[in-house]
């Protein structure tokens, strides 16, 4: 550690920032990744800690490998079966779409729209570290992560709820 750098509770608090950025996948659908940050100030770094996927304002998977299984579901599209967690594979007027299983949501996406968010979600990783989600998740139930954005005073922006 640098001698000219002592840990304070203040410090801390100058060292590291918590962030939370919402990426548009689908502005129609109302379709985004929500993405936590701590902001290391001293070596100059953003680690992603958790990601969610957030539907209509409504906060649908719960830690970064739920997030991880939805997208693999819309990268698969109509190969996935009845065992998906997140959507069935429904067919009208022959034309294969995606339905989220959800009771209060009504969100249906084609092919392009499926394939579209895959990339988007892919850029949205791009030129962050991983290591800090991937050895040590932040663990927050959807119901934690509304409270911890009013904490932050983001609930009038992001209106979330679980």
């Known amino acids: 550690m640098d001698d000219n ?70 990268s698969l599209f109509d190969n996935g079966n009845i065992h998906n967690q997140y959507f069935d594979v429904v067919e009208h007027l022959k034309v294969k779409n995606l339905k989220l299983k959800h009771e209060e949501l009504s969100v249906f996406l084609s092919k392009s729209e499926a394939k579209s968010i895959i990339k988007l979600f892919n850029f949205s990783l791009q030129g962050y570290s991983l290591t800090r989600v991937l050895e040590n998740e932040i663990l927050l139930t959807p119901s934690k992560m509304v409270k911890l954005l009013d904490e932050l005073e983001l609930l009038d922006k992001y209106p979330i709820k679980t």
């Open 5 to 74: 750098f002592k840990e304070t509770p203040d410090s801390f608090e100058y060292r590291y920032e918590l962030d939370v950025t919402f990426v548009p996948l689908t502005h129609s659908k109302k379709i985004y990744l929500m993405r936590v940050f701590e902001q290391d100030f001293k070596v100059k770094k953003k680690y992603i800690l958790t990601a969610y996927i957030v539907i209509q304002n409504i906060i649908i998977t719960s830690n970064f490998s739920d997030t991880i299984h939805f997208f693999e579901e819309v």
